[in-house]
């Protein structure tokens, strides 16, 4: 059973930069895709970003260029750098693991998180 746990969320000032973490179990971040999703009230939750285990990453477009996903096999832990955050980026931020097309497909049998939550204001 993959377990995984989220943390770096915060307030901050639209502009600003936050770096959002997920430490998961075993080896779970070079076996699965993984990736964040983020739901902010009243919306649908989303995908912002994948990565594959051979590194290779996804973007949703409202967040191209100033997202970046990374992961750190040896210490198990996933990665999103958020900068030039803007107000519409306030959500719940969730990290996932599940099979590429389970992804596609809004990982209802994946692995989630807790979640944790990033406002711009």
């Known amino acids: 059973h993959v377990q995984l746990v989220e943390s770096g969320g915060s307030l901050v000032q639209p502009g600003g930069s936050l770096r959002l973490s997920c430490l998961a179990s075993?080896?779970?971040?070079?076996?699965?895709?993984m990736a964040w999703f983020r739901q902010a009230p009243g919306k649908e939750r989303e995908v912002v970003t994948t990565?594959?285990?051979?590194?290779?990453?996804t973007y949703t477009d409202s967040v191209q260029g100033r997202f970046t996903i990374s992961k750190d096999n040896a210490k198990n832990t996933l990665y999103l750098q958020m900068n030039s955050l803007k107000v519409e980026d306030a959500a719940i931020y969730y990290c996932?693991?599940?099979?590429?097309?389970?992804?596609?497909?809004?990982?209802?049998?994946?692995?989630w998180g807790q979640g944790t939550q990033v406002t711009v204001s």
């Open positions: 990565i594959d285990p051979d590194g290779s990453t």
């Open positions: 075993e080896n779970s971040i070079s076996r699965y895709p």
């Open positions: 996932v693991a599940d099979s590429a097309a389970g992804l596609r497909a809004g990982a209802p049998y994946g692995y």
